[in-house]
């Protein structure tokens, strides 16, 4: 064992020392590639879970809506069924029917005479 710079001791030591450096900078690489793939990783899986969430949104929100019309729905439903079993049942005849009934009998009874007197005068 010599102590100079050739010996072969040193040369050992400089050959691990530059292989370990040389690990290191690999590791170092590494784990950089793996933080960057990290950070895309995380944006990624941000962006899908706004994108989902607006969609959830949105479909909670068309949830809704189908969710009132089909009540408006049932109630004019309800209220058909009901103004169509009032107008069976019911004997008396509204205002508007009673005018409309008089001017249809006016006419007819004005066809009548019409038609007696063309008989008569044939």
């Known amino acids: 064992m010599v102590d100079s710079n ?13 292989s370990l ?7 170092r690489e590494k784990l950089k590639r793996l933080r960057l793939e990290k950070q895309k990783t995380t944006k990624l899986l941000d962006d899908r879970d ?5 969609n ?8 809704q809506t189908q969710k009132m019309l089909q009540m408006e729905l049932d109630r004019l439903c309800r209220l058909n069924q009901f103004q169509i079993s009032s107008m069976k ?34």
């Open 6 to 18: 050739h010996s072969p001791i040193f040369s050992v030591e400089c050959s691990i020392d530059s």
């Open 89 to 122: 049942m019911s004997p008396i005849k509204s205002l508007r029917e009673e005018n409309q009934g008089g001017v249809i009998r006016k006419i007819n009874f004005q066809d009548q005479q019409s038609d007696t007197s063309a008989s008569i005068h044939k």
């Open 50 to 54: 706004f994108i989902l969430d607006k």
């Open 56 to 63: 959830m949104k949105e479909i909670n929100n068309r949830g």
């Open 21 to 27: 450096a040389e690990e290191l900078k690999a590791i």
